[in-house]
């Protein structure tokens, strides 16, 4: 076992992990805590924020809440400077928040599709930016994207959020290929359908007919994909980059 332990590590690591209020990004947070990590988790709100310290503090992990509109580009170089002066260099970044604006193409509106590649691939581009001048000066450091199985698969109604994702995945394999020789990895994660805010949207009818397609015959959860993460954040994951991580019950098989 004390062999195994270490692998799964996060100790002396500081990760910022985006849209850590719930769903997916919550437990992503927690998982990188629980293993070691100090964590800044996102909210887009101050009470969001005071609510992600209160967890992490009630499960006696180190971190705190911040509050973040990863639109923000300048917000996000603030949030930079403040972390460097706090915590020190990110070496962990998870790249989680992430919208929907779902619609037919030929009714969606242009600014449905602004919102979605702007909060979900631009925002991507701008923390990988900001934040990786601190990892190739700490020569090390672990860059995880979320992304979706809608980016492999596509799925009617999801133009804008099927090309943001799909999107993330070549920004990923481009970006590793810049960073390998830093000791940086960039890796994504593709969740298929689990059970959080955003697929509470569908009925139950519909959650049951979903399930009856997926070979693990149930939704995911985000435990699930945060254990994923875990595995690529942490020293067990270290030789593995330009990589997407189905974690979708088999739904899709790449
Ligand atoms: N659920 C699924 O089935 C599924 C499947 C595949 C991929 N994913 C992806 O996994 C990620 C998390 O999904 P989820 O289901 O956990 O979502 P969720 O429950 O809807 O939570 C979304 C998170 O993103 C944050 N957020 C939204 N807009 C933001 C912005 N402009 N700036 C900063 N943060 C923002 C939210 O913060 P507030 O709480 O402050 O609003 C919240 O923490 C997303 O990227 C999603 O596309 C989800």
Redesign the pocket.
Known sequence: MSDVLPLFSLAGETALV?????????AIADALAAAGATVIG????AA?AEAIAARLAAAGHAGRGVV????DHAAIAALEADISAREGAVTILVN?????RDGLLMRTKPEDWDAVIR??LG?VFATCRTFIRGMVKARRGRIIN?????GVMGNAGQTN?AAA?AGMMGFSRSLAREVASRGITVNVV?????A????AALGEAERNALSSQIPLQRLGT?AD?AAAVLYLASPAGGYVTGETLQVNGGLWMG
């Open positions: 985006t849209g850590a209020t719930r769903g997916i990004g919550a996102t909210a887009t709100s969001g973040l509109d990863v639109d989680n928040a992430g919208i929907t909060t979900n925002s979320i992304s979706s199985i809608v959020y994702k593709a969740p298929g359908f689990i959080t805010d955003m697929t985000p994909v």
